[in-house]
Nanobody
């Protein structure tokens, strides 16, 4: 069973930075995508950034040039968030998607709060 462990959320002032981390343990999948989604109060969950096993990354227009997703190790991703804005406040969820088995796993979420 794949389990996702997220860390790195917290409270930061506008203009500050945070780095989120997510590790997918228990997986031997070699073809996968890992992603960060976020959900603000009263809003739908939305894609922030995703990266494939061969390091192809794409971003939401809302975070391009401010956030960077990287994959330093297999099944581990970081999300470096710079120039944070109050509207980035949300619970951030990690997703691990396997393509061969067509299964998705979600983390429990880590809260990011940006004060103005």
């Amino acid at each position: 069973q794949v389990q996702l462990v997220e860390s790195g959320g917290g409270l930061v002032q506008a203009g500050g930075s945070l780095k989120l981390s997510c590790e997918a343990s228990g997986s031997s999948d070699s073809v996968y995508t890992m992603a960060w989604y976020r959900q603000a109060p009263g809003k739908q969950r939305e894609l922030v950034a995703e990266i494939t096993e061969d390091n192809y990354a794409r971003y939401s227009d809302l975070v391009t040039a401010r956030f960077t997703i990287t994959k330093p190790y297999e099944h581990t991703v970081y999300l470096q968030m710079n120039s944070l804005k109050p509207e980035d406040t949300a619970v951030y969820y990690c997703l691990f998607k396997t393509w061969v088995r067509s299964v998705e796993y979600w983390g429990k979420g880590t809260r990011v709060t940006v004060s103005s």
